[in-house]
């Protein structure tokens, strides 16, 4: 399923326009998407790119811009709150790092114009991140535009 960046300099093919801030979170599921808004990316982008995979041997090289950082949670090498599982449940560690990123990049101040494309879509654990994302970015008085 192709979902464009729903800010617009974002869909261009110049990886030389500047942009603003950005952030792409998803799961496995949601590879393919994600390369394909990385690619899109220019050059000067800047921001942070966070995938969840079940185990380490589904983690790749990214086409990430040099400004924008991959970081791999990988479910079998973390616990679950939930107490009944033997590793994190399917989106929990995804949406605990698009919250970690939102306190510290929604504030007050900060950068007026953030990028965020959050897939995994209909897990209650992203849904909740994603909520609070658009929430924390409201009321930090920026303008987000959330796709996904």
Do not use: K
Not at 11 to 17: A, E, I, L, Y
Not at 108 to 132: E, F, Q
């Amino acid at each position: 399923m192709h979902a464009p960046w729903p800010y617009g300099v974002l869909m261009t093919t110049n990886r030389q326009q500047p942009v603003e801030r950005v952030l792409v979170a998803g799961t496995a599921g949601d590879l393919s998407e994600i390369h394909r808004q990385l690619v899109e990316l220019p050059e000067t982008a800047y921001g942070q790119v966070f995938v969840e995979v079940t185990h380490a041997d589904e983690v790749r090289i990214l086409p990430a811009p040099p400004r924008v950082t991959v970081t791999w949670l990988v479910r079998s090498a973390r616990p679950s709150r939930v107490a009944s599982l033997v590793f994190a449940d399917h989106g929990e560690l995804l949406a605990e790092a698009v919250v970690g990123w939102a306190t510290e990049w929604c504030v007050p101040g900060g950068v007026p114009c953030t990028a965020v494309w959050i897939g995994c879509v209909d897990n209650a654990w992203v849904d909740r991140a994603r909520s609070l994302v658009q929430l924390g970015i409201d009321g930090a008085g920026q303008h987000v535009e959330i796709g996904g």
